[in-house]
Antibody
Framework: EVQLVESGGGLVKPGESLRLSCAASGFIFNTFSMNWVRQVPGKGLEWVSSISSSSAYIYYADSMKGRFTVSRDNTKNLVYLQMNSLRGDDTAVYYC?????????????WGRGTLVTVSS | DIQMTQSPSILSASVGDRVTITCRASQSISSWLAWYQQKPGQAPKVLIYKASSLESGVPSRFSGSGSGTEFTLTISSLQPDDFAIYYCQQYKRYWTFGQGTKVKIK
């Protein structure tokens, strides 16, 4: 069974940093892309970042470029989202999602999400 | 950037109704479109991929159609479990979600 478990969320002040982790199990991790999607409570879904199976291809939404960094450790089945210079509008539930293939494609499996709150 | 626009934003329907949700892309995305269902407090779940392919385990009352810039998600006979928010997503160039359509009880 595919499982994705996010961790690392919490309350931080504007300008601070946070690193989210996503632990994957139940599939061959190094053959699938991994993605981050966020959702402001009560609002819609916003794609954040994607990383291909070998980390060769990395993409970010424009509003996250330069502040967020995605990475993965295929030896530990983990994907990370390093978030710097956090702002109030980064407050959201952050979901980790597995792609259907090594790169590109839709998001086939999702974790339950971790809440990030940015507030002074 | 490719923008995705869903309509309607809210849809009121009864159990047994046939329901159709529309998603329009700002430029052609061929068939690189997925539909997701999200219930309160849960992560999204994929229903349809490549515009019309049913994800494994998804009931056959869900179907998708379209290509290019206009797509539809149809629920042939709405069930109590189907009251939720539905999102389209393009994956032709990066990834973009529509704003969502809430299907509520009439």
């Amino acid at each position: 069974e595919v499982q994705l478990v996010e961790s690392g969320g919490g309350l931080v002040k504007p300008g601070e940093s946070l690193r989210l982790s996503c632990a994957a199990s139940g599939f061959i991790f190094n053959t699938f892309s991994m993605n981050w999607v966020r959702q402001v409570p009560g609002k819609g879904l916003e794609w954040v970042s994607s990383i291909s199976s070998s980390s060769a291809y990395i993409y970010y939404a424009d509003s996250m470029k330069g502040r967020f960094t995605v990475s993965r450790d295929n030896t530990k089945n983990l994907v990370y989202l390093q978030m710097n210079s956090l702002r109030g509008d980064d407050t959201a539930v952050y979901y980790c999602a597995r792609g259907r293939a090594a790169a590109g494609e839709y998001f086939q499996y999702w974790g339950r999400g971790t809440l990030v709150t940015v507030s002074s | 950037d490719i923008q995705m626009t869903q309509s309607p934003s809210i849809l009121s329907a009864s159990v047994g109704d046939r329901v159709t949700i529309t998603c329009r892309a700002s430029q052609s995305i061929s068939s690189w479109l997925a539909w997701y269902q999200q219930k309160p407090g849960q992560a999204p779940k994929v229903l349809i991929y490549k515009a019309s392919s049913l994800e494994s385990g998804v009931p056959s009352r869900f179907s998708g159609s379209g290509s290019g810039t206009e797509f539809t998600l149809t629920i042939s006979s709405l069930q109590p479990d189907d009251f939720a928010i539905y999102y389209c997503q393009q994956y032709k160039r990066y990834w973009t979600f529509g704003q969502g359509t809430k299907v509520k009880i009439k």
